[in-house]
Each structure stands twice: as C-alpha cells, then as structure tokens.
Nanobody, 128 residues
C-alpha cells in the first residue's frame, strides 16, 4: 500500500479559501483513483472529489464550482491537492486523502469503503 500524508488544514472564516496537499510515497498502481474524503463527528466518511490517473475528475454536488482536485507527478512522487474556495461552515470536517487501484472497466470509486490507502487526516474548520 502507498503511504499518504496530508497537510494544509486550518481554521478559516466562511467565504475563505484553503488548499490541502497530500504526498504519496509510491504509486497505488499503474491505474488508480485518488480522492479526498471528509468526515464530521457522528457522520459517515463521504467522498468530496476523486481524480483518476487519466486526469478525469468527479465532485460531490455540494462542492462543485468551489473545490478543485488536481494531481501532480514530480520526480516520481504523486502530490494530490484540493483547492477549496468559498468555504462554508458545512465544509467543516476532517479531510482524508485516499488511494486505490483502478481495475480495468471501473468507472468511479466514490465510496470510502473501497479505498485501500488512507492518510491520517487534516482538520478544516470554517466559522460563520
């Protein structure tokens, strides 16, 4: 499994912006999904944004137009980013970076349960 380390979480006012980063030690597979998930106390971990190795992206409806996921491959190291703009109090959660292999024919993996590698999480708090 690939090791993932997130950073960038902080406390901001509503309407503010943050950029989360995730460094991956190694590649999940030659084809893969990498994504950002979030979890609030008492809630299920939910998918926020997912990117495939081919660059295609998926976003949950509540973040479309505000969040941007991107992937950078520098010196054989994968960096996953989540740029978050116009943040809302309901975006408050612990954000996790995750990765998993993309099998042939797989469409989108947006459920947390199918991801094999996880980071430790980074806290995002948005105050009104």
């Amino acid at each position: 499994q690939v090791q993932l380390v997130e950073s960038g979480g902080d406390s901001v006012q509503a309407g503010g912006s943050l950029k989360l980063s995730c460094k991956a030690s190694g590649y999940p597979s030659s084809t893969y999904f990498m994504g950002w998930f979030r979890q609030s106390p008492g809630e299920f971990r939910e998918g926020v944004a997912v990117i495939r190795d081919d660059g295609d992206t998926w976003y949950r409806d509540s973040v479309k137009g505000r969040f941007t996921i991107s992937l950078d491959n520098r010196e054989n190291t994968l960096y996953l980013y989540l740029e978050m703009n116009r943040l809302k109090p309901e975006d408050t959660a612990t954000y996790y970076c995750a990765a998993t292999r993309r099998p042939p024919g797989a469409t989108w993996y947006t459920l947390a349960t199918v991801y094999q590698s996880w980071g430790q999480g980074t806290q995002v708090t948005v105050s009104s």
